[in-house]
């Protein structure tokens, strides 16, 4: 019978074809939580997805000479095989391109407007274009976005406006009321500071500067803003304002949504005040886990470690991976990935203690008893320790998975395991097998090992399903005495149990060989990339090499002579946010009076320059036609700041 429901999420992720191992992490992490759950027979909906609105998406879609949908379609297949790669059991995969989910959005929004909670109005602001995300002054750092430290930009249009400064007091007293809410307790902190006590404003929820969202039916030229549509995803997709699925009512509100650190204010301020405007009731817990980073930086500029979960999952197998990511960092903070900490935790557990056990007492049962126990038994006050601490690994393991302390929890099994092999050790089983008169405490011996194995094998397999698999096999376990209630049980395997040996299941790797391939692999893959680059100097580059030139609309409000020049003009151009000065050479060409008050295009971050003497902050686009220049003159009722691509 069922326990009752148990909902998890992952955050539903960008399209993208350079996931990296830091990526996977929350999603293999969810996946061990989801398998525990039904293992303890709850009914659960694991659910995870992809977000694939938004201007960042539109750009790459372009330059990728793409439809927008057509670039989505493309990348969320191979985010797809990721995650049958990683043996990821999700029940349901929500894109926000799915036509049910539209729908859903479109009611929704148009709910909160009518309702009251979302308005229109004007927004003045700052907006950082890759993060999708509007800040106000008092969030910024130095000036830029907190989340990815880039450029933010002045954007100032008609939009919606969700009411989020009225929700600002319910939120704090849910902080208050449930500290559990969000955990681990570091980031309610970290919310209630930096966003709550500096007081919440309104959130701008429509765009109408590009198209590829999901259009406001009552104002078709406004988009629905990409948080707004990608936080719905976790009710759409059980059937909330749609009829494509029919179990938001048994599996809302969720018990968690794991999310990484840096969304976290989406997922406890905004989420939740959405809900609450939705009048439906909030999530049980948000939990914002840590980051994986790399020695001195961030994952996604990974120059000597091979961060590529594909390549990681073929050379070391995916349970391995899996074990690796939650044994290695506790789930709440940030952990420093390494090959080499990899390795060397491959071949410690998997391979020394665990592999080791495994094999060694397969092996002896085989050796000694051709593979089936003898049912004449003796034990021996050595067995105690062995077996009450199995017994009693459950609770232990249980109450660790509860507060999401994967660490902890494999922490105690591999105790167990350690336990077990210095009992190997203590009882000698190759000693006892030199006398028959030993053989029934040989037995004994052997059945207490495949016991401990058992149940290790038990509560290891949410985190490595395929590798448990193959040790139940060895130990000739049956189904019912692999269940959540036989991990509480010790003896559950027939007395004359029959055991079949196969090949390891976790070899050993050779740390000193494998770095030294690993790195010269890097070395090889750091050389095409540096042909790669060679060949975009000779002409063609990447899209990514394109996106990183920032192109403005700027519009002229001065322009003069600059001394001693004949070429030079000496323009400030109005770009919304800021009046810059620019050096351009088209003074042969343009009188100064030529061009006030022409919007122009202009690249906006592009190293300052000192140009006789003059600071130049940005340089004019203009096109040469044998020995005449135009400037690139842009419609004038474009708003000044606006950006090109
Ligand atoms: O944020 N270590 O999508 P995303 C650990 N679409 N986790 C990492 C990581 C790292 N190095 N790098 C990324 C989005 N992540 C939104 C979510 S939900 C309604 C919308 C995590 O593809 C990151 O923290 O950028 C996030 O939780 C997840 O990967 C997806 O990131």
């Keep these: 019978m069922s326990k009752g429901t148990f909902y998890i999420t992952t955050p539903i992720y960008y399209p993208s074809d350079k996931l990296h191992i830091g990526h996977t992490y929350c999603t293999v992490a969810s996946d061990a939580m989801a398998r525990y759950k039904r293992m303890q027979g709850y009914d659960v909906m694991f659910l995870t997805g992809t977000d694939e609105h938004g201007q960042k998406i539109e750009v790459s879609a372009a330059k990728a000479g793409m439809e927008p949908q057509q670039f989505v379609d493309h990348i969320v297949g191979g985010i797809l095989d990721l995650w049958k790669l990683m043996n990821i059991s999700n029940d349901r995969f929500i894109r926000t391109t799915d036509d049910y989910h539209i729908e859903a959005i479109q009611k929704i929004f148009k709910k909160l407007y009518d309702k009251g909670d979302i308005y229109k109005s004007v927004y003045r602001g700052k907006y950082c274009t890759p993060c999708e995300a509007f800040w106000t002054d008092s969030q910024l750092a130095d000036g830029k976005c907190p989340d990815c430290g880039r450029e933010v930009y002045e954007a100032e249009e008609e939009a919606y406006f969700f009411r989020l400064s009225a929700y600002a007091d319910k939120i704090m007293e849910l902080f208050t009321k449930h500290p559990d809410f969000l955990e681990p307790a570091s980031r309610m902190n970290e919310m209630i500071n930096n966003f709550l006590k500096p007081g919440l404003e309104d959130l701008c929820v429509s765009r109408t500067s590009f198209k590829w969202g999901i259009p406001v039916t009552f104002d078709p030229k406004h988009v629905v803003y990409v948080w707004v549509d990608a936080l719905s995803n976790y009710i759409t997709a059980l059937g909330y304002m749609n009829e494509k699925y029919r179990d938001f009512g048994k599996y809302w509100p969720a018990d968690v949504h794991f999310v990484g650190k840096e969304i976290t204010r989406f997922h406890s301020i905004i989420w939740p005040a959405l809900l609450m405007a939705l009048e439906l ?150 000693v006892l097998a030199r006398d028959e008169a030993n053989l029934p405490r040989l037995a004994s011996v052997l059945y207490n090992l495949l016991e401990t194995i058992r149940i290790a094998s038990i509560l290891l397999s949410p985190f490595m399903p395929d590798s448990c698999e193959k040790i139940r096999n060895q130990i000739g376990a049956k189904p019912d005495s692999l269940t959540w209630d036989a991990a509480g049980k010790f003896g559950l395997l027939p007395a004359a149990v029959s055991v079949s040996r196969s090949e390891a299941i976790f070899p050993r790797i050779d740390l000193k060989k494998e770095l030294e391939a690993l790195e010269k692999e890097a070395s090889v893959k750091n050389e095409n990339e540096a042909a790669a680059q060679e060949k975009s100097i000779a002409g063609i580059i990447t899209i990514d090499d394109f996106m990183k030139t920032d192109l403005r609309v700027g519009r002229i409000l001065a322009c003069e002579p600059v001394k001693k020049a004949d070429k030079l003009l000496c323009i400030q151009v109005d770009f919304g946010s800021e009046t810059r000065q620019i050096v351009s050479g088209i003074a042969k060409w343009y009188a100064p009076d030529d061009l006030i008050g022409k919007n122009i295009a202009a690249v906006f971050n592009l190293q300052p320059a000192v140009i006789r003497g003059i600071e130049s902050c940005g340089m004019l686009l203009a096109v040469s036609d044998g020995d005449r220049a135009r400037v690139i003159i842009i419609d004038d009722d474009i708003r000044p700041g606006s950006s090109i691509s």
């Excluded at 980073?293 to 990974?302: C, I």
């Excluded at 391979?351 to 049912?375: C, I």
Aim: charged fraction near 25%; glycine fraction near 8%; proline fraction near 5%.
């Design 281 to 430: 009731p909030l999530p049980k817990k948000v939990y914002g886990h840590g980051w994986l980073l790399l020695e001195g930086g961030k994952m996604s500029k990974s120059k000597g470690n091979v961060v590529d979960p594909v390549v990681l999952a073929g050379r070391y197998g995916v349970d391995a991976l899996r074990y690796f990511l939650l044994r290695e960092f506790p789930f709440g903070t940030d952990g420093v990935f390494s090959n080499e900490a990899l390795i060397v935790r491959i071949n410690s557990d998997l391979a020394n203690d665990l592999g080791n056990l495994v094999s060694r007492t397969v092996a002896m049962a085989e050796k000694y008893f051709g593979g089936v126990l003898p049912q004449v038994r003796k034990s021996d006050a050595l067995d105690e320790e062995l077996i009450n601490l199995a017994t009693a690994l459950r609770p232990l393991y249980e109450q660790y998975m509860e507060t999401y302390a994967f660490q902890s929890a494999l922490i105690e099994v591999f105790k167990v395991i350690s336990r077990a092999n210095k009992y190997i050790d203590e009882t000698a089983p190759w």
